[in-house]
């Protein structure tokens, strides 16, 4: 680049730019994986609520899994918690995966404002997105330990097995 020109004035920081862009997709990796573990959750639920192990229903399934693809996070944990007791932490880990998603994705670069334009700045953003990630991380996790014990549940039923998971 030419020094002193504009681009060079553009781009300054740039490495650090690259870094809040870096952190911000890690993030939105975690919620997506997230949705997608209490997608499957919830698939794996209607399927033994619906003895789909015993007598399988691929439309009624593709039906259910549409609905799942359509709908928010939020309307995934409203659904869920018809369908399974939310105990000890996980409801409040569950919300505040929601919290951080809708953090992440609705405004995080509004809520921030100009902050992108100062080193200091984006330091504070890397920092909120370290928390964001590390709280949609958890939450992602957890769905998926939930979502591996109810496929079992699934597999073991389907094989006559009980419920020994």
Known sequence: MISGS???VEYEGTADRH????KFGIAAEAAQLFETELGTLLLG???????????????????????I???TLG?????????????????DLFSSGLKAR??????FFERHNFKIQTQEGRAEMVADL?????????A?????KLATIIAEMVRQRGRGGEDSV
């Open 102 to 107: 809708n953090q992440l994705m609705h405004g």
């Open 75 to 91: 309307r995934l944990l409203n659904d869920l918690r018809r369908h399974l007791r939310l105990d000890g932490g996980l409801e």
């Open 19 to 22: 870094e809040l862009y870096m």
């Open 6 to 8: 504009q681009l060079t």
């Open 130 to 138: 370290d928390d964001l990630h590390g709280e949609l991380f958890r």
């Open 45 to 67: 639920l209607r399927a033994l609520e619906n003895d789909w192990h015993i007598s399988p229903d691929g439309a009624a399934a593709r039906e259910v899994l549409d609905s």
């Open 140 to 144: 992602w996790r957890s769905a998926g």
């Open 69 to 71: 693809d359509r709908s």
